[in-house]
């Protein structure tokens, strides 16, 4: 039995629901949880779930090992990172000490490294740095790369046909000395190196290499575009970011304000100047980042990724968002974000120290994990933890097997009925916290948190609204009752409106009828 975490008056966490890394395929979604599980949710075409079957999915589900479906298999294998392709998943197998303790790609520990970057699939051609055509490979294959040889490889993201990566500066990874490598397809300037030329061999980026005033540390890659996450390595009161993009830009997915491409990095416009960025990804044709504070944005490609759903754009643009837009969790910042992971067109955001997920954009074949197979413009949470395994916990069965020959047992018939119903209740559940979320922020002006559950109500299931409005105002600020005025006298003018419009629709029905029996 996994460990969990107690808070005087609110539920517990379990350490095994953590989700600890996120990744999203084409039209599906990886999850890796704290005691080295993969769930898989969305499309199942081409067996890119794992769980067994090529059937789509609304809700995490687990993958199979070996098709077993006991999770709890001493066989099984604990899992330490995750990856999706467009119609495939990777899952890496490791121990529970490597899940907590992340390292980078290349092993420094004798200041060489010594597992050298393999690459496989249609991958520029080695033979001379002049040669710009693409090969394909089959194989893992050692790239003969001189500039990388003793240094760390610390991240890389692959798009269609370029390649990004963060590597030491010395022997050894320490502090600010990341420098940052391009070389594939150049066709867009996704290369970030001024130019539209295909480079077969890793060349440093100028704005981020060894001399440069930026430290990069995170990137990502679209089909055509590159993100570059960095911040000034001299000393500073506050550790503020700078998102660079650059490469293909028709779609607004560089948030340049305009549909150009370019191929020198720019800041994407209109962030925020003193946040700093915890995470960034790309979908084919759009952009997402999350900061430290909790606050989402994300732009490029059209509405149906809920990138833009009350704005409207004209000409060239077509309602696709060309500068970030900001995304809010009920009218708020996501509480204690840890990752942002995108999709062909859907995004999904990791937050609540790992413990909450949300996800929005294009839901078809049930790849927001929401139970659902529709659209969503706004975020909304994931089924999560999953369902079988938080029902299954509380019950005390010997055995789920079936028996021989495949034949279910009236246990499991009766567990997978009570999962169906599980799965509503869960659904259910989760919008009734989303619309708890938006009556609480109306009547106390702030967002709703768990650890506004009066204590009066978990002991003895009684709660004094007007007790609580009262302790409210009184802890209130002479600009939040200000704010509260305005806001509660705008309700009130509105209610004031719709009785006079009601008077009037009555005086004029009165008049017609009385008219028309004058008439006969």
């Given at each position: 039995?996994?460990?969990?975490?107690?808070?005087?008056?609110?539920?517990?966490?379990?350490?095994?629901?953590?989700?600890?890394?996120?990744?999203?395929?084409?039209?599906?979604?990886?999850?890796?949880?704290?005691?080295?599980?993969?769930?898989?949710?969305?499309?199942?075409?081409?067996?890119?779930?794992?769980?067994?079957?090529?059937?789509?999915?609304?809700?995490?589900?687990?993958?199979?090992?070996?098709?077993?479906?006991?999770?709890?298999?001493?066989?099984?294998?604990?899992?330490?990172?995750?990856?999706?392709?467009?119609?495939?998943?990777?899952?890496?197998?490791?121990?529970?000490?490597?899940?907590?303790?992340?390292?980078?790609?290349?092993?420094?520990?004798?200041?060489?490294?010594?597992?050298?970057?393999?690459?496989?699939?249609?991958?520029?051609?080695?033979?001379?740095?002049?040669?710009?055509?693409?090969?394909?490979?089959?194989?893992?294959?050692?790239?003969?790369?001189?500039?990388?040889?003793?240094?760390?490889?610390v991240k890389v993201a692959c798009a269609n046909e370029h390649v990004v990566a963060l590597v030491s500066a010395g022997e050894k990874h320490v502090g600010d000395d990341l420098v940052c490598y391009t070389w594939g397809n150049n066709n867009h300037g996704q290369l970030g190196l001024g130019d539209t030329e295909s480079r077969s061999h890793p060349q440093a980026v100028a704005q981020f290499s060894e001399g440069s005033a930026w430290r990069a540390y995170d990137v990502a890659c679209g089909s055509f575009h590159t993100v570059v996450l960095t911040f000034k390595k001299q000393p500073s009161d506050t550790l503020a970011s700078v998102c660079w993009t650059f490469g293909l830009g028709?779609?607004?997915?560089?948030?340049?304000?305009?549909?150009?491409?370019?191929?020198?990095?720019?800041?994407?416009?209109?962030?925020?100047?003193?946040?700093?960025?915890?995470?960034?990804?790309?979908?084919?044709?759009?952009?997402?980042?999350?900061?430290?504070?909790?606050?989402?944005?994300?732009?490029?490609?059209?509405?149906?990724?809920?990138?833009?759903?009350?704005?409207?754009?004209?000409?060239?643009?077509?309602?696709?968002?060309?500068?970030?837009?900001?995304?809010?969790?009920?009218?708020?910042?996501?509480?204690?974000?840890?990752?942002?992971?995108?999709?062909?067109?859907?995004?999904?955001?990791?937050?609540?120290?790992?413990?909450?997920?949300?996800?929005?954009?294009?839901?078809?074949?049930?790849?927001?994990?929401?139970?659902?197979?529709?659209?969503?413009?706004?975020?909304?949470?994931?089924?999560?933890?999953?369902?079988?395994?938080?029902?299954?916990?509380?019950?005390?069965?010997?055995?789920?097997?079936?028996?021989?020959?495949?034949?279910?047992?009236?246990?499991?018939?009766?567990?997978?009925?009570?999962?169906?119903?599980?799965?509503?209740?869960?659904?259910?559940?989760?919008?009734?916290?989303?619309?708890?979320?938006?009556?609480?922020?109306?009547?106390?002006?702030?967002?709703?948190?768990?650890?506004?559950?009066?204590?009066?109500?978990?002991?003895?299931?009684?709660?004094?609204?007007?007790?609580?409005?009262?302790?409210?105002?009184?802890?209130?600020?002479?600009?939040?009752?200000?704010?509260?005025?305005?806001?509660?006298?705008?309700?009130?003018?509105?209610?004031?409106?719709?009785?006079?419009?009601?008077?009037?629709?009555?005086?004029?029905?009165?008049?017609?009828?009385?008219?028309?029996?004058?008439?006969?």
């Amino acid at each position: 039995m996994a460990d969990v975490t107690e808070s005087p008056g609110l539920p517990t966490r379990n350490p095994a629901h953590k989700i600890v890394a996120v990744a999203a395929g084409e039209a599906h979604t990886l999850a890796l949880s704290g005691d080295g599980k993969v769930y898989s949710w969305g499309r199942g075409t081409f067996g890119r779930l794992g769980n067994g079957s090529q059937s789509d999915e609304n809700h995490p589900v687990p993958i199979k090992w070996d098709n077993n479906d006991d999770l709890q298999d001493e066989k099984c294998p604990k899992f330490v990172g995750v990856a999706a392709g467009a119609y495939h998943s990777l899952a890496l197998a490791g121990t529970l000490a490597q899940l907590n303790s992340p390292r980078s790609l290349g092993d420094d520990s004798e200041g060489k490294s010594k597992n050298p970057l393999k690459m496989w699939g249609n991958i520029p051609q080695q033979s001379s740095p002049d040669d710009n055509t693409f090969t394909l490979i089959s194989v893992p294959n050692p790239i003969p790369m001189f500039d990388f040889y003793g240094h760390t490889v610390v991240k890389v993201a692959c798009a269609n046909e370029h390649v990004v990566a963060l590597v030491s500066a010395g022997e050894k990874h320490v502090g600010d000395d990341l420098v940052c490598y391009t070389w594939g397809n150049n066709n867009h300037g996704q290369l970030g190196l001024g130019d539209t030329e295909s480079r077969s061999h890793p060349q440093a980026v100028a704005q981020f290499s060894e001399g440069s005033a930026w430290r990069a540390y995170d990137v990502a890659c679209g089909s055509f575009h590159t993100v570059v996450l960095t911040f000034k390595k001299q000393p500073s009161d506050t550790l503020a970011s700078v998102c660079w993009t650059f490469g293909l830009g028709e779609n607004g997915q560089l948030g340049h304000g305009t549909t150009q491409s370019s191929s020198l990095p720019e800041p994407a416009r209109e962030l925020p100047e003193n946040a700093y960025f915890v995470s960034v990804d790309c979908g084919l044709l759009h952009t997402s980042v999350v900061s430290s504070a909790g606050e989402v944005w994300s732009w490029g490609m059209e509405k149906g990724l809920g990138l833009c759903p009350d704005v409207s754009f004209s000409g060239v643009d077509h309602g696709d968002a060309i500068l970030p837009l900001q995304f809010s969790c009920n009218g708020s910042n996501f509480p204690d974000p840890v990752e942002v992971a995108c999709g062909a067109a859907h995004t999904v955001l990791v937050a609540d120290d790992g413990y909450k997920l949300w996800s929005w954009g294009r839901g078809r074949s049930g790849v927001l994990g929401d139970g659902k197979v529709s659209d969503s413009y706004s975020p909304t949470m994931v089924l999560w933890p999953p369902l079988s395994e938080d029902f299954s916990d509380g019950l005390n069965i010997e055995s789920k097997k079936p028996k021989e020959g495949g034949e279910k047992t009236e246990v499991d018939e009766k567990l997978s009925s009570a999962m169906e119903e599980m799965k509503l209740l869960q659904s259910k559940l989760s919008v009734m916290e989303s619309y708890v979320s938006v009556l609480h922020g109306s009547l106390f002006g702030k967002p709703f948190e768990e650890s506004d559950i009066p204590a009066s109500l978990i002991e003895s299931d009684s709660f004094d609204v007007g007790k609580a409005w009262q302790g409210m105002l009184e802890a209130a600020d002479g600009k939040e009752l200000r704010r509260l005025e305005m806001f509660y006298g705008n309700m009130l003018d509105g209610v004031k409106d719709k009785i006079m419009k009601r008077k009037i629709q009555e005086i004029v029905k009165e008049h017609l009828q009385s008219s028309s029996t004058t008439q006969y």
